[in-house]
């Protein structure tokens, strides 16, 4: 859910494909930097390091992050002051590693887990 008329919430609903990033254990100052709504935008706000897949071809994603998820925007949905994103997932990866999980308001280690790939299959059971 992204806060109704952000620049979150214009930059995905606008795009084609979005990523969402499951940031690992250890990356709470980055999902501080994230929840503020005074950052920079785009990918200046972060040092080039801190980026993966850059290429035009690519959607960038957050360097250390324990898994991706690569979509494709289907609709929002009013939710309040927020709007849902639902989208279709069309590849993602999870590297391993505990994720970094936000409940009560506060940010914990989420339980680990081993790798894995998945890249979406259509209809007719060809990958897309």
Do not use: K, Y
């Not at 795009?15 to 709504?37: D, K, Y």
């Not at 505990?98 to 790939?117: I, K, M, Q, R, Y």
Request: charged share 20%; glycine share 12%.
């Amino acid at each position: 859910m992204l806060r109704a008329g952000s620049r979150g919430l214009r930059a995905v609903a606008g795009s084609g494909v979005f990523v969402a990033n499951s940031l690992a254990a250890g990356q709470e100052p980055l999902a501080r930097h994230f929840a503020r709504r005074t950052r920079p935008s785009g990918l200046g706000q972060l040092p080039p390091e801190a980026w993966l897949g850059v290429r035009a071809d690519e959607v960038p994603r957050i360097s250390g992050a324990v898994a991706w998820l690569e979509c494709s925007p289907e609709l929002t949905v009013p939710v309040g002051d927020h709007e849902l994103v639902v989208a279709r997932v069309v590849a993602a990866v999870h590297r391993g590693g505990a994720p970094l999980v936000n409940f009560a308001d506060e940010l914990h280690a989420g339980p680990s887990a081993s790798a894995s790939t998945f890249r979406h299959a259509g209809r007719d059971g060809e990958e897309t």
